[in-house]
C-alpha cells in the first residue's frame, strides 16, 4: 500500500509563496500524481497533476501562471510551488498517485487516483 505524506503548508500573507512536497516512492516514477484542494464548504478539485517522469503537466486555470508542478525522478517526490497566493487559495492540499503507469498525459480528476494522503493546510490571509 503506497502512503503519501504532503507538507510545506501553512499560514501565509496574500501575495506570498509556499511549497508543497510529496515525497512518493521511486515505485510510482511512471504514475501521474496529482494535486487537489479542498476549499472549506467546497468540493475536492484537482488543481495540477503531473504525468509519469514529468513529461506533461496540467493546471486548473484559476492557478495558470502563479502555481508550478514539477517531480524529482531521482527521489520520487513530487513538488508544488505555489506563488502569488490569494485567500481564495485557502485550502487542504492533498497528493494522489494514479495506480497506472501514462507518461504522456495526467488528469485533475479524481477517479484515477487510488492513493491519497492526509493532506496539509494552506491558509492565505492578511
Known amino acids: 500500500q503506497l502512503q503519501l505524506v504532503e507538507s510545506g503548508g501553512g499560514l501565509v500573507q496574500p501575495g506570498g509563496s509556499l511549497r508543497l512536497s510529496c515525497p512518493a516512492s521511486r515505485d510510482t516514477l511512471d504514475s501521474p500524481i496529482g494535486w487537489f484542494r479542498q476549499a472549506p464548504g467546497k468540493e475536492r478539485e484537482g488543481i495540477s497533476c503531473i504525468s509519469g517522469r514529468g513529461r506533461v503537466t496540467n493546471y486548473v486555470d484559476s492557478v495558470k501562471g502563479r502555481f508550478t508542478i514539477s517531480r524529482d525522478n531521482a527521489q520520487g517526490t513530487v513538488y508544488l510551488q505555489m506563488n502569488s497566493l490569494k485567500p481564495e487559495d485557502t485550502g487542504i492540499y492533498y497528493c494522489?498517485?494514479?495506480?497506472?503507469?501514462?507518461?504522456?498525459?495526467?488528469?485533475?480528476?479524481?477517479?484515477?487516483?487510488?492513493?491519497w494522503g492526509q493532506g496539509t493546510q494552506v491558509t492565505v490571509s492578511s
Open positions: 494522489a498517485a494514479d495506480w497506472r503507469s501514462f507518461i504522456n498525459s495526467c488528469a485533475l480528476v479524481k477517479a484515477p487516483y487510488a492513493f
